[in-house]
Structure formats: C-alpha cells, structure tokens
C-alpha cells in the first residue's frame, strides 16, 4: 500500500486536484452558505475545501476498511466552545459528508458492503486512483 508511505497532508493536496478533474464530483451551490458541523462557527473559508474534505473520506477509507458515515461523523467533529463551561466534542454534519460519499460512489471509487461490517470501502478503481496520486508524490 503506498498511501501508508506517503505523508497525509501532500496526499490529499494531490488527491483533491486530481478530484476536481472529475465531473461527477462537485460541490452543491449551498456549501459556501452551510457550516460543516455544530463546532463549526461558520461555513468553509477555503474556496476548494469540497475537493479537500473528499480527498480526506477516500484516504480515510482507503486505511479504516469499512466505514459509515457516523464514523466519518466523528473523525472530522471538533470542539465546541460553550463560552465559560468546558468544551465538548461534537460530531461533523452528515450531510456534507454523506453527498461526498454519494459523489465518490458514482465515481467508482467507493462502494457499500453490509458484511461483515457495513459501511463503504474502496473498489479496485479506487485502489488504483490512489496508487496512481501516491506514485506521483513519492
């Protein structure tokens, strides 16, 4: 496996270009109005993080096998300020991460299994997509 070889952060700067040449991927026109989570104060600054948080799930799931969306849901939480009272994990929007998935399942990169564990695991396109990106940084 080269994604385990190659560090995270150039991974998915590589992988989110390469996800913004493919036509089915795309963010909704909503996302620049929508904040990513309850943690979040307000919506996404960065004008292609779509692209980015996309790359983050494939590799996420590349490494984790099976994953569902609350799981996901999780992983890209962060902590809510509740002014003078201690913070507070809080779970990431789901929606946002459930259109990626969709997204990234009509692309082919993705697909859903139930057994033994449900959730969404890479296909050999998918393999392959990200060999290719990992080859390239390396």
Do not use: N
Not at 81 to 94: I, L, Q, T, V
Request: net charge positive; with cysteine; charged share 30%.
């Amino acid at each position: 496996m080269l994604i385990k070889e190659v560090p995270p952060q150039k991974l998915i700067l590589k992988l989110a270009d390469e996800l913004k040449k493919i036509e089915s991927i795309k963010p909704p026109p909503q996302a620049a109005f929508i904040k990513s989570g309850v943690c979040a104060e307000r919506p996404p600054v960065q004008p292609d993080f779509w692209y980015l948080r996309s790359a983050a799930i494939l590799r996420r799931i590349a490494l984790r096998g099976p994953v569902g969306v609350q799981r996901l849901r999780t992983v890209f939480g962060g902590r809510k300020r509740r002014g003078h009272k201690p913070a507070h994990h809080r779970s990431a929007g789901g929606k946002f991460i459930r259109l990626m998935l969709q997204q990234l399942e009509s692309a082919g990169f993705i697909s859903k299994v139930e057994k033994p564990r449900k959730g969404r695991v890479l296909t050999a396109k998918g393999r392959a997509f990200l060999d290719k990106v990992s080859k390239g940084i390396k």
